[in-house]
């Protein structure tokens, strides 16, 4: 008998870790249809709505992001610059050399987003030697509004609600993780 509980313990495990990669798949298909807009578009939103009716901010986000997505190196930089910044870290040009680019391609990719008001360079306060890049306002109005349309993508992909499926899937194995363990312990006392 107690065989037999083992044996349908085992059977049930194997049918709910398939569910749990079911789950997963259904959330990398939604998470990949949410992003795709972007890759294949450039996220370039001509709608000037989207803008707050700024037409001179529309176009510049438009070059911006032909800029961005021209080469590999630009995004990296770019997206590297943002992460810095969000994450209230310095970032200087020596760590953005870490990034597998070349010094002159460095050096190039910031000088251009500097002339295009995108980012910003200061001397560092505490070490004089190291400069530190620093996305501008306008920048930062570029970022928000990536925000905003990734956002509206994984809601109209409802990548949300797949998501929220694999976190209460997992939520409900830890309780029946400890409900399991708690019976076996009593019946082998």
């Not at 107690?2 to 495990?13: R, S, T």
């Not at 070490?127 to 109005?141: D, E, G, H, S």
């Not at 939520?171 to 993780?177: S, T």
Request: positive net charge.
């Amino acid at each position: 008998m107690l065989y037999l509980k083992y044996l349908l313990v085992y059977y049930i495990k194997i049918i709910m870790n398939n569910y749990r990669k079911f789950l997963e798949q259904d959330y990398a298909e939604k998470l990949a249809k949410s992003e795709s807009m972007e890759y294949y578009n450039g996220f370039i939103n001509k709608d000037i709505n989207f803008y707050n009716n700024d037409k001179e901010l529309m176009l510049k986000h438009q070059r911006f992001i032909k800029y961005i997505y021209s080469t590999f190196p630009k995004y990296v930089v770019h997206r590297n610059i943002i992460i810095y910044y969000y994450k209230s870290k310095k970032c200087s040009i020596t760590i953005l050399n870490k990034l597998a680019i070349s010094r002159t391609s460095l050096k190039r990719i910031i000088n251009d987003s500097i002339e295009e008001g995108w980012l910003e360079s200061r001397v560092d306060s505490t070490n004089k030697r190291q400069v530190l890049i620093y996305p501008t306002k306008l920048r930062l109005k570029f970022w928000l509004l990536y925000c905003r349309n990734k956002l509206n993508s994984e809601i109209k992909h409802k990548v949300d609600k797949a998501r929220n499926k694999i976190i209460e899937y997992d939520e409900i194995e830890k309780i029946k993780q400890k409900f399991n363990t708690n019976i076996i312990d009593k019946e082998i006392i």
